[in-house]
T-cell receptor, first 112, second 116 residues
Framework: DTEVTQTPKHLVMGMTNKKSLKCEQH?????MYWYKQKAKKPPELMFVYSYEKLSINESVPSRFSPECPNSSLLNLHLHALQPEDSALYLC???????????FGPGTRLTVT | AQTVTQSQPEMSVQEAETVTLSCTYDTSENNYYLFWYKQPPSRQMILVIRQEAYKQQNATENRFSVNFQKAAKSFSLKISDSQLGDTAMYFC?????????????FGKGTKLTVNP
């Protein structure tokens, strides 16, 4: 089973709201990733967790706050977002660093 | 800097025919992995095929095969017997095992349309 799940599928939020995106995998993968993807563009890496520790932060604004409560779960907390943050947010996991990544279906975020 | 170049923004092919998508990359590393990912209009990114740089044999997965030319830093994807469900964005991606980076470096993508 190579399934990565993400909730919610769609999210509309105002610029003053606080919301969270959730990602889950049960493949025993030890690396998890958050990406942002704009239409017709490749995914842009935001964060990498390796063995539940943040290993890469691609200079993402502090209004995005990742959290890895355990090896199966990854959250992305959102606060005071801007309209330009509207995008598809993808979660991925891999067996370990450098291995192929498996992506979830994404959360379509709209900031109004 | 490591880069991945996909020179064909869009391609089309007739159903049942064969199509080849191009990808070149630039790295100074010797050990790395190359991937092709497919993202259909429903948006979920799916791994199509994986190639390890130290393996000379080209990877194949059913109708999908690659032509890996390490010296030329080329990694093209051939889709045989194209099906309507192959319509998608295809991203070539690269990751190296040196330097401590887990990053996937993506190309800009090729939009493939399979016509009936």
């Amino acid at each position: 089973d190579t399934e990565v799940t993400q909730t919610p599928k769609h999210l509309v939020m105002g610029m003053t709201n606080k919301k969270s995106l959730k990602c889950e995998q049960h493949m025993g993968h030890r690396a998890m990733y958050w990406y942002k993807q704009k239409a017709k563009k490749p995914p842009e890496l935001m964060f990498v967790y390796s063995y539940e520790k943040l290993s890469i932060n691609e200079s993402v604004p502090s209004r995005f706050s990742p959290e890895c409560p355990n090896s199966s779960l990854l959250n992305l907390h959102l606060h005071a977002l801007q309209p330009e943050d509207s995008a598809l947010y993808l979660c991925a996991s891999s067996q370990d660093r450098f291995y192929e990544q498996y992506f979830g279906p994404g959360t379509r975020l709209t900031v109004t | 800097a490591q880069t991945v170049t996909q020179s064909q923004p869009e391609m089309s092919v007739q159903e049942a025919e064969t199509v080849t998508l191009s990808c070149t990359y630039d790295t100074s590393e010797n050990n790395y992995y190359l991937f092709w990912y497919k993202q259909p209009p429903s948006r979920q990114m799916i791994l199509v095929i994986r190639q390890e740089a130290y393996k000379q044999q080209n990877a194949t997965e059913n109708r999908f095969s690659v032509n890996f030319q390490k010296a030329a830093k080329s990694f093209s994807l051939k889709i045989s017997d194209s099906q309507l469900g192959d319509t998608a964005m295809y991203f070539c991606a690269f990751t190296d095992t040196q330097g401590g980076s887990e990053k996937l470096v993506f190309g800009k993508g090729t939009k493939l349309t399979v016509n009936p």
